[in-house]
């Protein structure tokens, strides 16, 4: 089992990114996706939820209105859309498999001017 989260960086304030997270060895489309983040010195917080089946998606407040959780199941792939992002979403981000121990290595996001 894999899990390859890639398209962090280094973006200004109200900057875009596009996180994908590639996965193997497991029925991807039965699972519902998960992306978390970590910042320094901080709690692993969710930042967002996507169902295997018909894609419902759920956020965290901090988030809503600004990221899109989208998932290709064709392709094992789970991506998070981030726009107007903020110097407070600088984090390491994760992807994880609901209900499994399968976790990403993560990607740094870096949001500075």
């Not at 996180?19 to 692993?44: D, E, H, N, V």
């Not at 859309?81 to 992807?95: G, I």
Request: hydrophobic fraction near 35%.
């Amino acid at each position: 089992v894999q899990l390859v989260e890639s398209g962090g960086g280094l973006v200004q304030p109200g900057g875009s990114l596009r996180l994908s997270c590639a996965a193997s060895g497991f029925t991807f489309s039965s699972y519902g996706m998960r992306w978390y983040r970590q910042a320094p010195g901080k709690a692993r917080e969710l930042v967002a939820t996507i169902t295997g089946d018909v894609g419902s998606t759920n956020y965290a407040d901090s988030v809503k209105g600004r990221f899109t959780i989208s998932r290709d199941n064709a392709k094992n792939e789970v991506f998070l859309q981030m726009n107007s992002l903020r110097p407070e979403d600088t984090a390491v981000y994760y992807c994880h498999a609901i209900r499994t121990s399968y976790w990403g290595r993560g990607t740094q996001v870096t949001v500075s001017s």
